[in-house]
C-alpha cells in the first residue's frame, strides 16, 4: 500500500482514447454510440495511424463466444485454437507473444504461466477468458503510439469495457440459449444478463449525474472428441519411412464453464469531468477427463507388411491404459479507477489499475496401467494418414480390463498468478500552430510479479496384490473411437483413482524446475505531436521506457567449477526509446492514404529466462533457460490507401515490413559443462541477429443496395492477409519462416439484412504454420491449415424479442499438426459441428 500511496500524484485510470477521438464532442456523445458499426468505422477513418475497430453490433452478428474468436474475423488477425475454441491470436501473422494486449487501456496478463502459444515465452494472452458479452469494441492498433504501451511488435488489442454513459433510460439485455456438441452429442448453455442506464436527477447540462452498467454471461460447454497422436521412429536408417514408435488413442471428456461478471459506474457532474469506477471479473473453470490406449515400442522391430504394401508389422509392442482427470481455473480480473477533465483547453486523464491473471490447477491426476507385451500389430498409416488402422495380430487382448494392472498413480497442483499495478496520467492541448494541433505528454509506472508455483513429483505405485483395471471401469466401452468403429475398451474411473491416491498419503512438492518469481517494473514517458496541414495529418513522437527486471528460481549454479543446487536471482535493466511518424493524407472526402513509420518491443518469455537447470548426466544432456535474454525490438512500416463506403463499408489495401532485432529462437549447442564427461548437448534460447516479417492486406466491406427487391440486403465483409518472413534458427542453415507465424490468413463472410432477417456465412482459413523447432528441418512441427465455415441466423419478433441461430464448424474442421511433411500428422483432433439457439430480449 505505501508504493499506491507514493504514487497517487501521479494518478489512477485512464479511460481508452479511443473512445475520444473526436476532441471536440462531449464523452457522452461519444460514447453512447460506442458499440454501433458506424462510430466504429467513423473512428478508423478519422484516426492517425492504421487501426481496425470492431463494434459490438458486428461482434453479435457471428456466432463467436469468446474475444479470440471475434477478434479473429478482423482484418490480419489469425486464430490460434485449443479443443475448438478460439484462445490466441495472431496480428499480421505473427505469434501472441509479440502482442500487446489491454482492457480499457489496462494491460491485459496472461492466465497459464507455461502453456502459451510456441516458443513458451509465457506473454501471449489468453483471450478465450473474456466473453464477448464484457466488451462495447475491439480496436486492433497495427501502427504503434507514444501515448499507447510499446509492447507489440505484431500489434496491440484493446477490449473497450461495457458502459451506460449517455443511454436515456434505465435498460436490460438477456439472453438465452442452449444446443449441441454433435460429436458425442453434449449440450451447452448460454445466459447473458445486462442492466444499466442513468441515476440521479440532473447534471449542469441537464443529463443524469450517475450511470452503471452491470453484466453477467455464463457458457457451459461439454464438448468431447477423439485424438489420435503418435511419434515416428525418426533417424533410424533400417526403419521404413512412417514407422510409428508409438501410437495413442486418446478419449477426451471436456467440461468447461465460462462466466464473466463486469461493471462500471461513472460520474459526469458536467461535460467537462468524467469519474469512472470499473471492474471485470472473468474466465472458466474446467475439467477435463482424457482416457488413453497406448502402443508402445512399435518401432523396435518394425517390417513392411508383405501382404499391405501401405502396411507395417511390429513385434514385440507393448499396451498400457492411462487416465488424467485435471480440474483448472483461469482466470482475468482488472479494476479500475480513473478520471477524464476539461480544463480550458488542457485535456487530463488518469488512472489507477490492478491487473490480475491466475492459473489454478486443483488436482491433475495421471493413473497408469500396465497391459499386455510381447503383441504383434499389424498397422497402415499411409492409406489415410488422418485415420490409421491397427490389429492385434497376435497376444492377449488390449480392450480387457482383466489384462490391466495399476502401475502407478500420480498427481500434481498448481496456484500461480500474474498481476500487475500501473499508474497513468497524461495532459493534452493545442499550441495553436496548426489548424487541430494538440501536443500530448504523460507517464506511467507498472509494477508487475509473476509467480510460477507447480507442485508434483506425488507418486503412488501399489504393493501386494495387484490392483486390475477392471476393478476401476466406468461406464460402458468405448466402441467407437474416432468414429470409425474402433474399440479401446471402457473408460478408467477417476473416483477410484483419485480415492486410491488419497488413501495412501502421498506427498506432493514442489516442482522446482518449473518455479520462478519474477518481477519486471516499467516506467514509462512520452510526448507526441498532432496536427493538420491542409489534406495532411502529421503525428510525431518520441515514447520512453525503463524496464528493470529479476528473474527468480531454484536451479543449478556453478561455485567453484562444481555445480551447486538452490535460489537464484538475476537483475535484468534496459532503456529503450520508441520513435514514430505517422503521416494521414485525405485525398478525398472518403479517400485516405497512410504512410507511418513505428517501433515496439517484446520482452522475453518468462520461461525463456527460466533460471532452473535440468540435466541428464547419462544422456549428457543440459536444459535451461537464459535470464541474459535481450528483448526483441521492431522497426515497422507501413502504406495503407482506404476508401469508405455508405453504410459503414470500407475497400482497403496495405503493405507492412516489421524488422525485428534480437529475434529470440531455441538453440542447442555443445559444449563443456561440470559434471558432464566429455562435450554436453545443452539446450536453451538466444537472440539471433534478426528476423523479418513483410506482407500485405486487403479489406472489403460492403452492402449491395443497389440491387433490386429482396435482392437489397445482400454484403460482404471480407479481408485477407499474406505475411512473408524469415529467420536463421539453426546455425549453417539458411532462413525458414518466423515460428508461429502464419503466411496466408483470410476471412470472407456473405451476409443478409433485410427487416427482421440477418443471415450470415462466415469462413474462415489459416495456412500451415511451423510451430515447433526440431533438431533438423525434417523434425519440425507444423500446424496444418484450417478452413472453417460458421453460420449465424436471427429474426426480430419485435423490438424486445429476438430469436437466433449458430451453426459452428460445418466444415469438420481439424486441429492437426504433423512433422516434417503433411503425411506424417503426430495429432489430429476433429470436433464435428456445433449448434446453439436462443432468444435476446431488449427492455
Known amino acids: 500500500m505505501l508504493r499506491t500511496v507514493s504514487l497517487a500524484a501521479l494518478a489512477i485510470a485512464l479511460l481508452p482514447t479511443t473512445a ?110 473474456v466473453p464477448i458479452g464484457a466488451v462495447d469494441r475491439m480496436t486492433v492498433t497495427k501502427t504503434g503510439l507514444p501515448d499507447r504501451e510499446a509492447e507489440g511488435i505484431g500489434g496491440s488489442i484493446e477490449l473497450s469495457p461495457r458502459t451506460a454513459i449517455g443511454a436515456k433510460r434505465l435498460f436490460a439485455h438477456v439472453t438465452l440459449g442452449g444446443g449441441l456438441e454433435t460429436d458425442r452429442n453434449t449440450g451447452l448453455y448460454r445466459d447473458e444478463v445486462v442492466i444499466g442506464g442513468p441515476l440521479g436527477g440532473t447534471n449542469a447540462n441537464g443529463e443524469a449525474p450517475f450511470s452503471f452498467v452491470l453484466s453477467q454471461f455464463l457458457y457451459n460447454d461439454k464438448r468431447s472428441f477423439d485424438d489420435t497422436e503418435v511419434a515416428y521412429k525418426d533417424n533410424q536408417p533400417a526403419t521404413p519411412d512412417k514407422a510409428f514408435d508409438a501410437l495413442e488413442l486418446r478419449h477426451y471428456a471436456y467440461n468447461r464453464k465460462r462466466y464473466g461478471f463486469s461493471g462500471e459506474f461513472d460520474f459526469t457532474p458536467d461535460t467537462n469531468t468524467r469519474i469512472y469506477l470499473r471492474g471485470n471479473v472473468t474466465g472458466y473453470n474446467e475439467r477435463v477427463l482424457r482416457n488413453r490406449l497406448n502402443i508402445n515400442g512399435l518401432g523396435d522391430s518394425v517390417t513392411v507388411d508383405p501382404a499391405k504394401p501401405n502396411g507395417f508389422i511390429a513385434t514385440g509392442a507393448s499396451t498400457e491404459k492411462t487416465l488424467r482427470d485435471s480440474d483448472v481455473k483461469e482466470q482475468n480480473a482488472v479494476f479500475q479507477l480513473g478520471g477524464d477533465h476539461h480544463f480550458g483547453d488542457v485535456h487530463v486523464e488518469w488512472f489507477g489499475a490492478y491487473s490480475r491473471a491466475t492459473y489454478t490447477k486443483y488436482n491433475d491426476y495421471n493413473a497408469t496401467f500396465a497391459g499386455p507385451s510381447n503383441l504383434s500389430v499389424g498397422y497402415d498409416n499411409t492409406t489415410n494418414p488422418n485415420y490409421p488402422t491397427f490389429k492385434v495380430l497376435s497376444g492377449a487382448s488390449i480392450t480387457d480390463p482383466a489384462n490391466y494392472a495399476l502401475d502407478s498413480i500420480k498427481n500434481s497442483t498448481e496456484k500461480s498468478h500474474d498481476h500487475e499495478w500501473s499508474y497513468s496520467l497524461s495532459a493534452a ?84 524446475g518449473s518455479y520462478f518469481d519474477d518481477t519486471e517494473n516499467i516506467a514509462a514517458a512520452y510526448l507526441q505531436y498532432q496536427a493538420t496541414f491542409g489534406q495532411l495529418g502529421v503525428l510525431a513522437g518520441v515514447r520512453y521506457e525503463h524496464t528493470k527486471a529479476i528473474y527468480r528460481g531454484i536451479g543449478d549454479s556453478i561455485i567453484g567449477g562444481a555445480v551447486v543446487n538452490g535460489p537464484l536471482s538475476t537483475p535484468h535493466s534496459y532503456d529503450n526509446v520508441f ?66 463506403l455508405p453504410g459503414s463499408g470500407v475497400i482497403s489495401l496495405g503493405a507492412f515490413d516489421k524488422e525485428v532485432r534480437n529475434y529470440i529462437v531455441t538453440r542447442t549447442v555443445r559444449g563443456a559443462y561440470p559434471g558432464i564427461t566429455g562435450t554436453a548437448l545443452i539446450q536453451t534460447y538466444d537472440n539471433v541477429s534478426g528476423a523479418h516479417a513483410r506482407g500485405i492486406e486487403a479489406n472489403f466491406v460492403d452492402k449491395f443496395r443497389g440491387l433490386p427487391g429482396l435482392l437489397n440486403g445482400f454484403g460482404v465483409d471480407a479481408n485477407l492477409t499474406y505475411v512473408a518472413s524469415a529467420v536463421v534458427v539453426r546455425d549453417g542453415e539458411g532462413s525458414v519462416s518466423m515460428p508461429g507465424t502464419i503466411p496466408w490468413t483470410w476471412n470472407a463472410s456473405l451476409f443478409y439484412e433485410r427487416g427482421p432477417v440477418q443471415l450470415r456465412v462466415a469462413s474462415q482459413f489459416e495456412s500451415s504454420v511451423l510451430f515447433g523447432v526440431g533438431r533438423s528441418r525434417a523434425n519440425d512441427i507444423f500446424q496444418d491449415s484450417r478452413f472453417t465455415v460458421d453460420f449465424n441466423g436471427s429474426y426480430k419478433l419485435s423490438g424486445n424479442v429476438e430469436f437466433y441461430v449458430n451453426a459452428k464448424n460445418l466444415t469438420n474442421a481439424p486441429l492437426r499438426v504433423y ?17 446453439e439457439g436462443g432468444v435476446k430480449l431488449s427492455f
Open 429 to 512: 492541448m493545442p499550441l495553436h500552430l496548426a489548424a487541430n494541433d494538440e501536443l500530448k505528454v504523460g507517464g506511467k509506472l507498472r509494477y508487475r510479479e509473476k509467480v510460477s508455483m507447480p507442485y508434483g513429483a506425488g507418486k503412488f505405485s501399489p504393493s501386494g496384490a495387484p490392483i486390475l483395471w477392471s476393478y476401476a471401469t466406468s461406464g460402458s466401452p468405448v466402441t467407437n473411437y474416432y468414429n470409425t468403429g474402433t474399440s479401446i475398451g471402457p473408460n478408467i474411473d477417476p473416483a477410484q483413482m483419485s480415492k486410491l491416491f488419497g488413501a495412501s498419503g502421498t506427498a506432493i512438492a514442489l516442482n522446482t
Open 819 to 835: 512433422e516434417g511433411a503433411p503425411n506424417r500428422p503426430i495429432q489430429r483432433e476433429f470436433y464435428d459441428l456445433t449448434l
Open 579 to 644: 520513435p514514430t511518424l505517422q503521416l494521414r493524407y485525405q485525398a478525398a472526402p472518403n479517400l485516405v492514404a497512410r504512410a507511418t513509420y513505428s517501433t515496439g518491443i517484446a520482452r522475453p518469455g518468462f520461461y525463456q529466462t527460466l533460471q532452473a537447470t535440468s540435466i541428464d548426466v547419462g544422456g549428457g544432456v543440459v536444459s535451461t533457460g537464459n535470464p541474459n535474454l535481450k528483448p526483441m525490438y521492431g522497426n515497422n512500416f507501413d502504406l495503407s490507401l482506404e476508401y469508405y
Open 20 to 129: 475520444f477521438a473526436d476532441t471536440e464532442a462531449a464523452p457522452s456523445e461519444i460514447i453512447v454510440t460506442a458499440r454501433l458499426a458506424k462510430t466504429a468505422r467513423d473512428e478508423q477513418a478519422a484516426a492517425p495511424n492504421v487501426v481496425n475497430v470492431q463494434s459490438a453490433e458486428t461482434i453479435a452478428k457471428y456466432p463467436d463466444v469468446n474475444s479470440a474468436e471475434a477478434l479473429s474475423r478482423m482484418p490480419g488477425v489469425s486464430l490460434s485454437i485449443d479443443t475448438s475454441e478460439g484462445r490466441y491470436v495472431n496480428i499480421r501473422g505473427l505469434d501472441g507473444n509479440f502482442n500487446g494486449a489491454t482492457f480499457g487501456g489496462v494491460v491485459l496478463l496472461n492466465t497459464s504461466p507455461s502453456y502459451t502459444y510456441f516458443n513458451a515465452a509465457g506473454r501471449a494472452v489468453e483471450f478465450d477468458t
